[in-house]
């Protein structure tokens, strides 16, 4: 399997850890330099982002945007090489519980477009009309529920496509809401999670608020 690593040029010290737990696994990595919210470089990649987000109303984060264009470069990756299916990881994804039989999973058997490993809720008020169903993937229950987080997940190439089609997006990319209500992946959250986001702040988006 096709596994991604998104990491700050400014963080060795993570691409150091997380070299060697998928060099513990047997798992071969691409590194994909992360786009810096940080960097003098990034206004222009931002200068066409004009639209406010619906779940506070207002402009993204300048953090928010630059951990969605560096997830856009994988997904554009992924479908430039025609590759079927990848584990997708940020620097700051701390392993859990995780073994090798990651690399088994394939998630065209379960007709999913990407599967989170990441265990992360909040409370909402919204229902989405889920339906309860959930899938066993590895011994464990893959559950058609809320969640957030983008730290680790599967994704395979038409979850890419629909992603990556989408250009702008109108809520923080680690919401569930725009990977199903505006991209309309078919996507579950493994229970329990392998992995859960650092608890230090994201380097990638901890980034100043006003930057436009």
Known sequence: ???????????PDRLAEMTERLNALGLEFERISA???????????????KAVIY?????????HI????SHRVVWADMLAKKIPQALILEDD??????????????????????L???????ISCIDYGFDGQSKTIIGRAAVNEMSFGTAAYLMTNEGAKKCYGLGKFWFNFDHFELWVQVVG???AVLRPAMF???MSASDIQKAPEKNY
Request: aromatic share 12%.
């Open 185 to 187: 992946l078919s996507t």
């Open 93 to 114: 994804a701390e392993p859990i519980d995780w073994d090798a039989s990651i690399a088994s999973i394939r998630l065209e058997d379960f007709q999913l477009d990407m």
């Open 66 to 69: 630059a951990c969605y264009l």
């Open 35 to 49: 786009v810096d919210a940080k960097a003098a470089k990034f206004l222009w990649q931002v200068s066409w982002w």
């Open 116 to 122: 989170r490993l990441e265990g992360f809720d909040l």
């Open 196 to 198: 859960r986001q650092s």
């Open 1 to 11: 399997m096709k596994v991604y690593l998104i990491n700050l040029d400014r963080r």
């Open 55 to 63: 779940d506070h109303m207002r402009l993204p984060l300048r953090g």
